[in-house]
Every structure is written in structure tokens, then in C-alpha cells.
């Protein structure tokens, strides 16, 4: 109990202002020493008049004793009489009687009043005989002193204490609080100055009102803040100063990536080029070739091509990601194709370096970018092969209860430490293995952008490539995509005859003449009956000299002049229409990245291929623009 009523008291004093609790302080000793001195007056001013009651009681019952002592031994009931009449008329006596010492009453008497007061002091006084001491009391006198009179009084007396204490509690309740006024005030002010202290817009400074404890805390609030503000001034220009040199840097940052989106669109196209020209000119010389010394070189040359097709991918892939020409085409189809034609691409890659790549077959559907997720095992199982010293590769995919199907690439390479395993994902990051005997040199070594481009295509498609290291044991990258039921059957494996091209009129434009030449003698190793063209005039003059349009026309996007290669198509469009020909088959070969481009390309719903592209690529995109131009016939 006594501690709820402390709490409650605490809390009610935290409710109260500093001037409430100064009233309050001052006013409390004067209530109670006003208080205290009102009931001790009052008790002694009672006590008096009982006193003084009781005295003058005594002396009447002893003067009438006295008086009565003769006519109650002679028995004279007139005279007894008559004496209690002359004392009830006494003041303040209310009643006398007089008895005999057999108890009989001899006389009695009232005084003027008929009723008797409600506060009275009786006091009985025996009557003795004086010329016969030694004989018992004769007799005695009652006599009844009313009290009303003095308790009248008393209760005026406390009437008038209890105003003079009203008054004087309020004179005090006043005073108390002018004075708290004046003591908070100084105090009132400091709060108000902390306030627009904590605003920090000005200068803030209070009056110096006394030489006490209060004018010491002035002063010293005074010095505080003015060395406050300073150090807020010089504060606010250190971080204006520091924001002025953060968009500094922040602009320098962002001419930098500007400058390396730049140096990577001209890098995924010029320089890819040449690139896709030695791609073909390195192809092309394979054809009908049988000398064994000569076919060695040119496998050499084309390794070289391919080491340099992969970084310049790698860069690719970079600049279609930032500048986000990279659109998501989602389609439901089965991971053994994707996980089939990820085989294709490295399974003569492991068989070099003497491991396993094992792609475990699964009748799984996904909902998925094909593309996207193709690249991203291409390179997971790249990388995985270029750490890996003996063992193998391999790929699974599992069914997950949630409705998603996770795909795990598995390595039995040297691993990766902790302290490498948060920053593998980085742009340009990689980790050297010396002396571990890794295939992480030669013409394949990497740029470290092959797990960067991993986990920005996941992104895309609203997933997350998760690793799990041991070093010297091997590693496990992981990623969930969306299940679907399986829509149709599995289709059989494209052979060999069914990309034979043999015939087949194509007209290849390009305004690199080396790109001509190389594709020109590839096509025609392939057995096609081709026609070069380097703009809209020379391709309008190429299909002249056929009498059918061309089975397939491939153009490069950008040509010189800012020619565009839609246009050109659109102008062969308008040239086979007049004859009242069918659409023919066409085909987008280019290496750029603008986003604004690409956008060209996806409302003509043109396929496109990214520079360089290889024979094989090539081979079968033709075939399946051909295929697909028939059906729709």
C-alpha cells in the first residue's frame, strides 16, 4: 500500500511545474504551523473554560453548603427553598438541588431556562453540621453550571482562528508563489534558450539577472553556447565543404562509368569486328582442308579466336547489363535442353583436362529467360572448370516442396577461402590460385566478370545465386527457378543433316569488307550461292541478278552513313513485294548494346545474333529463321 501511494505521489510531483513546486514548498510549513497553533489555542482556550467552569462550580456548591448548613439541621424547607432559588439565579448556574442525607430532595430549583442545557458541569458538595464535626453530612448540594455560553465562545474564538489562518495561508499561497515566479523565471528562460540552443538557426544568449548560484548557471549557459555555435558554424562548413567535394567525386564517378559504358559499347562493337572476321576468315580456311600440319595450325588459330570470343563476351555481357539492353523473354521450356546444349559447349573442354562433366538429366520445366539462364550456366560451369584439377563438373537440378526447382553446379575444384567468398561476385575480381595447378592461364583466363554477370542476370530474373566453399574440396553455386508442369515432349536432338544449307541463295550485308570476305567464303564452303552487299544500293543491285528472292538475307544493325539495316530490309521488302513475292527469311548480326537499338530490333521481331558470332551459331540460326519462314508459309 505504501508503495503505491509513494508512486502515485512521484507521479503526481513529475506532473507539477517548478513554480508549483515552489508554491508548494513554501506553502506546506506555513498550513501547518497554522494549523498546529490553531489546535493547541483551541485545546487550551477548552481546557481554560472547564477550568474556570469547574472553579466557579466549586465556589457555588460551597457557598450554598454553606448557607444551607442551619436550615437543613432545623429542617426549615422555606429557607432551604428560597436559597436554592437565589443560586439557580446565579449566572451560568442551570440547577441547584438540595437533599437531606436520607436522600430526599428538600429544594429544587431551576435556573431561567425550563430546559436543561445539553452541556452542563454538575458538581455535589456535602453539607456538613460545624458545631458537631464528628457527625456524617447532614446533607448535600447539586448544583448544574451550564457550559453553552463558554462553548459559544470557544467555537467564536475558533471561528476567527480558522479565518485568520485562511488569510493567512493565502497571504502565504501569494507570496510563495510571486516568489516561485521569481525564483523559476531565471530558470524558465534557460529552458527557453536550450530550446533555441537545439534549433541551432542563431546565436543564443540570456540575461545575467544576480550574483547567485542561478547568475553562475547564466553565465556559464552563456559560455557554452557561444562556444556551441562556433563549433556548429564550423561544423556546417566542414560538411558543406565535404558535400561540394562529394558530388565532386560523385560526378567524376559517374563520368568514369559513363566513360566505361562508353569504352565497353566501343569495345562490344568495333572492336568485335575484326573479331567476327577472323571468327569466319579462321572457319572458312578449315573447309576442304586435309593437310594435318595445317589443320594444327588453324586449330590453334581458332583457339585463340575462341579465348578472345569469351572475353570480349564477358565485356559484352557487362555492357548490356549496365546500359540495360539486356530484355527478359520469359518462356516455359525443359532444363535437359538448356542442360544439353551447356554439354555441347564444354563437354570437349573437360575431356582436354581430363575430367567429368556430368549434366544429370531431369524432366524438370522451369518458367524462365532460356537465354539468360543458358549464359548463366555457361559461365558457372566455365568457371568451374577453370578451377578444377581432377574430378569433374556436375549439374543437377532438384524439385523443391515450395513450387521452385533448384539448380546446383557442383565442383570438385580447390574451393574458395572465406575471405574471398563475399567479393567473388565483384566486377574484375578474381582469385589467383599460384602453384595449385588450376587452368586458370592459357588463352582462357578470365577477367573476372563471369560470376559478376552470373549474379546480375539472376537478378533479372528475380532469383539469387548462392555459394557454398570448402577450400580443398570443392564448391557448390545455387540459384531457384519457378516450376511449371511439362507442356509437351521432349524434342529430339537437332542431327547434323537437318543443318545442311546447301544452295541456299544468301545475301549477307555489312560495311566491313573483311566481314564480306570471311562470311562469303565460309558460306560458300558450306555450299551457299551467296551475294555480298555493303548498303541499300549494292544490296538492291545484288538480288537483280536472281530470279527468286533470296532464301535468307543477314544484316549487320549499324551500317556506314548511319544507315540502318532495318531500312535496308525494309527496302528489299518493298523491291520482292511488287512481283508480288512472299517475305523472305532475314537475320540481324550486330554488336551493339544501345538500348535505344535493341529496342529497334525487338518491335521488328527480327532474330538477332551479337557479334562474333561463330559457324556453328550461325549454321543453326539459318536453319531456324528457314524452318520457321516455311511454317509460316
Known amino acids: ?106 429544594a429544587d430549583s431551576r435556573g431561567n431556562t425550563s430546559k436543561r442545557p445539553s452541556d452542563v458541569l454538575t458538581v455535589v458538595h456535602d453539607v456538613k453540621d460545624s458545631d458537631q464535626p464528628l457527625q456524617p453530612t447532614i446533607g448535600s448540594v447539586l448544583v448544574d453550571v451550564s457550559m ?47 530550446h533555441q540552443l537545439g534549433r541551432g538557426d542563431r546565436r543564443v544568449e540570456v540575461e545575467v539577472t544576480d550574483q547567485s548560484e542561478i547568475g553562475e548557471l547564466q553565465r556559464g549557459f552563456n559560455a557554452a553556447a557561444a562556444a556551441l555555435y562556433d563549433i556548429q558554424r564550423g561544423m556546417e562548413q566542414e560538411i558543406e565543404h565535404a558535400t561540394v567535394e562529394l558530388a565532386r567525386k560523385n560526378a567524376a564517378l559517374e563520368a568514369a562509368s559513363v566513360a566505361k559504358a562508353r569504352f565497353l559499347a566501343a569495345a562490344s562493337h568495333d572492336l568485335r569486328q575484326p573479331l567476327y572476321a577472323l571468327t569466319l576468315f579462321s572457319s572458312s580456311l578449315a573447309v576442304d582442308e586435309r593437310d ?77 529467360d532460356r537465354t539468360m539462364l543458358a549464359r548463366i550456366l555457361n559461365n558457372l560451369v566455365s568457371n568451374a572448370l577453370r578451377y578444377t584439377r581432377q574430378g569433374g563438373v556436375l549439374v543437377v537440378a532438384r524439385h523443391r516442396l515450395d513450387g521452385t526447382v533448384r539448380v546446383d553446379v ?45 549474379q546480375r542476370l539472376a537478378e533479372l530474373l528475380d532469383t539469387r545465386v548462392q555459394l557454398k566453399s570448402t577450400p580443398g574440396r570443392g564448391s557448390v553455386f545455387s540459384f531457384h527457378l519457378p516450376e511449371v508442369p511439362p507442356q509437351h515432349p521432349l524434342q529430339p536432338e537437332v542431327d547434323q543433316a537437318a543443318l545442311d544449307v546447301t544452295g541456299m541463295r544468301v545475301l549477307v550485308i555489312d560495311d566491313e569488307p573483311a566481314i564480306l570476305s570471311g562470311i562469303r567464303y565460309l558460306l ?100 531456324s529463321v528457314w524452318n520457321a519462314a516455311k511454317h509460316e508459309v
Open 1 to 106: 500500500m505504501s508503495a503505491g501511494v509513494n508512486s502515485w505521489a512521484i507521479r503526481l510531483w513529475r506532473r507539477t511545474s517548478l513554480m508549483q513546486r515552489l508554491a508548494f514548498i513554501a506553502l506546506v510549513p506555513t498550513l501547518v504551523t497554522a494549523a498546529l497553533l490553531v489546535i493547541m489555542l483551541t485545546r487550551y482556550q477548552l481546557n481554560s473554560l472547564r477550568s474556570m467552569a469547574q472553579s466557579t462550580a466549586d465556589a457555588i456548591a460551597t457557598q450554598a453548603a454553606s448557607i444551607s448548613v442551619d436550615p437543613i439541621r432545623d429542617m426549615q424547607r422555606r429557607d432551604i427553598k428560597r436559597i436554592a432559588e437565589s443560586i439557580s439565579e446565579l449566572p451560568h448556574v442551570a440547577h441547584v438541588q438540595i437533599r437531606a442525607s436520607d436522600g430526599e430532595i428538600l
Open 148 to 194: 453553552s455560553e463558554a462553548i459559544a465562545a470557544q467555537r467564536a474564538s475558533l471561528r476567527n482562528a480558522l479565518i485568520a489562518l485562511a488569510l493567512s495561508l493565502f497571504i502565504a499561497g501569494v507570496i510563495g508563489w510571486q516568489a516561485a515566479h521569481w525564483i523559476s523565471a531565471p530558470l524558465r528562460r534557460l529552458a527557453g534558450a536550450v
Open 292 to 368: 594435318p600440319v595445317r589443320l594444327d595450325r588453324i586449330a590453334h588459330i581458332q583457339e585463340c579466336v575462341e579465348a578472345l570470343d569469351h572475353l570480349f563476351s564477358e565485356l559484352l555481357d557487362l555492357s548490356r547489363l549496365e546500359t540495360g539492353a539486356m530484355q527478359i523473354e520469359i518462356s516455359e521450356f525443359s532444363l535437359d535442353h538448356v542442360f544439353e546444349e551447356v554439354s555441347r559447349n564444354f563437354r570437349m573442354i573437360a575431356e582436354q583436362h581430363g575430367l567429368r562433366l556430368v549434366m544429370r538429366a531431369t524432366h524438370l520445366w522451369v518458367r524462365s
Open 410 to 454: 557442383w565442383d570438385t575444384g580447390s574451393g574458395i577461402e572465406p575471405e574471398h567468398q563475399a567479393r567473388v561476385f565483384d566486377e574484375f575480381y578474381r582469385v589467383d590460385c599460384h602453384g595449385t595447378g588450376e587452368h586458370d592461364s592459357g588463352p582462357r583466363r578470365g577477367l573476372g566478370l563471369g560470376l559478376a554477370t552470373v
Open 524 to 623: 560458300r564452303g558450306w555450299g551457299c550461292d551467296v551475294a555480298v552487299a555493303e548498303d541499300r544500293t549494292q544490296a538492291l543491285e545484288a538480288v537483280e541478278s536472281w530470279s527468286q528472292p533470296p532464301d535468307i538475307v543477314i544484316s549487320d544493325l549499324r551500317l556506314r552513313n548511319n544507315e540502318s539495316g532495318l531500312d535496308v530490309l525494309a527496302a528489299l521488302d518493298r523491291y520482292f513485294l511488287r512481283d508480288g513475292a512472299e517475305p523472305f527469311p532475314r537475320l540481324l548480326i550486330t554488336g551493339e548494346t544501345r538500348s535505344d537499338r535493341l529496342r529497334e530490333i525487338m518491335a521488328a521481331k527480327i532474330p538477332v545474333l551479337y557479334k562474333p558470332v561463330s559457324p556453328e551459331q550461325l549454321r543453326e540460326a539459318m536453319v
